[in-house]
Protein backbone atom coordinates (compact mmCIF):
# COMPACT_ATOMS: atom_id res chain seq x y z
CA UNK A 1 0.00 0.00 0.00
CA UNK A 2 2.74 2.25 0.77
CA UNK A 3 4.45 1.35 -2.60
CA UNK A 4 1.30 3.26 -3.91
CA UNK A 5 2.42 6.64 -2.43
CA UNK A 6 5.92 7.26 -3.51
CA UNK A 7 6.38 10.45 -2.12
CA UNK A 8 5.12 9.36 0.90
CA UNK A 9 7.38 6.46 0.88
CA UNK A 10 10.61 8.47 0.63
CA UNK A 11 9.20 10.77 3.13
CA UNK A 12 7.73 7.78 5.86
CA UNK A 13 11.73 6.16 5.62
CA UNK A 14 12.96 9.62 5.86
CA UNK A 15 10.94 10.15 8.84
CA UNK A 16 12.19 6.82 10.73
CA UNK A 17 15.48 7.75 10.22
CA UNK A 18 15.40 11.36 11.64
CA UNK A 19 14.22 9.80 14.84
CA UNK A 20 10.45 10.09 14.32
CA UNK A 21 8.33 7.03 15.79
CA UNK A 22 5.53 5.57 14.09
CA UNK A 23 1.86 6.21 15.83
CA UNK A 24 -0.64 5.24 13.44
CA UNK A 25 -1.54 4.48 9.55
CA UNK A 26 -4.52 5.33 7.96
CA UNK A 27 -5.40 4.45 4.30
CA UNK A 28 -9.00 5.30 2.95
CA UNK A 29 -10.39 4.51 0.01
CA UNK A 30 -13.90 5.41 -2.07
CA UNK A 31 -14.76 3.27 -5.21
CA UNK A 32 -17.43 5.30 -6.44
CA UNK A 33 -15.14 8.45 -6.49
CA UNK A 34 -11.68 6.65 -7.25
CA UNK A 35 -9.90 8.41 -4.31
CA UNK A 36 -7.51 7.28 -1.96
CA UNK A 37 -5.92 8.88 0.80
CA UNK A 38 -3.49 7.66 3.09
CA UNK A 39 -2.33 9.66 6.58
CA UNK A 40 0.59 8.42 8.86
CA UNK A 41 0.76 9.86 12.53
CA UNK A 42 4.31 10.21 13.72
CA UNK A 43 5.45 11.51 17.61
CA UNK A 44 8.64 12.92 18.33
CA UNK A 45 9.16 14.48 22.11
CA UNK A 46 5.37 14.78 23.45
CA UNK A 47 4.62 16.25 19.54
CA UNK A 48 2.41 14.17 17.05
CA UNK A 49 2.85 14.77 13.25
CA UNK A 50 0.92 13.87 10.46
CA UNK A 51 2.37 12.78 6.80
CA UNK A 52 -0.58 12.30 3.99
CA UNK A 53 -1.44 12.19 0.56
CA UNK A 54 -4.07 11.79 -1.69
CA UNK A 55 -4.37 10.05 -5.11
CA UNK A 56 -7.34 10.38 -7.73
CA UNK A 57 -8.55 12.97 -9.69
CA UNK A 58 -5.31 15.63 -9.57
CA UNK A 59 -3.51 16.57 -11.98
CA UNK A 60 -0.92 13.89 -12.00
CA UNK A 61 -2.96 11.76 -9.79
CA UNK A 62 -1.53 12.91 -6.49
CA UNK A 63 -2.30 15.46 -4.26
CA UNK A 64 0.24 17.58 -2.52
CA UNK A 65 2.11 15.23 -0.34
CA UNK A 66 2.55 17.45 3.26
CA UNK A 67 3.76 16.89 6.59
CA UNK A 68 3.49 18.83 9.96
CA UNK A 69 1.81 18.76 13.07
CA UNK A 70 -1.54 17.50 14.11
CA UNK A 71 -4.05 19.92 13.67
CA UNK A 72 -2.25 22.21 11.62
CA UNK A 73 -2.31 22.49 7.93
CA UNK A 74 1.04 21.07 7.09
CA UNK A 75 4.04 22.16 4.57
CA UNK A 76 4.19 20.62 0.84
CA UNK A 77 7.06 17.91 0.15
Known amino acids: MLA ?3 VIEKAFHKKLQEGYKLVAFKYE ?7 ESLDIVFSKGYERFVLMQGKGCYAG ?4 ATFGREGERGEML
Open 4 to 6: AFP
Open 61 to 64: GYSH
Open 29 to 35: ANDQTGH
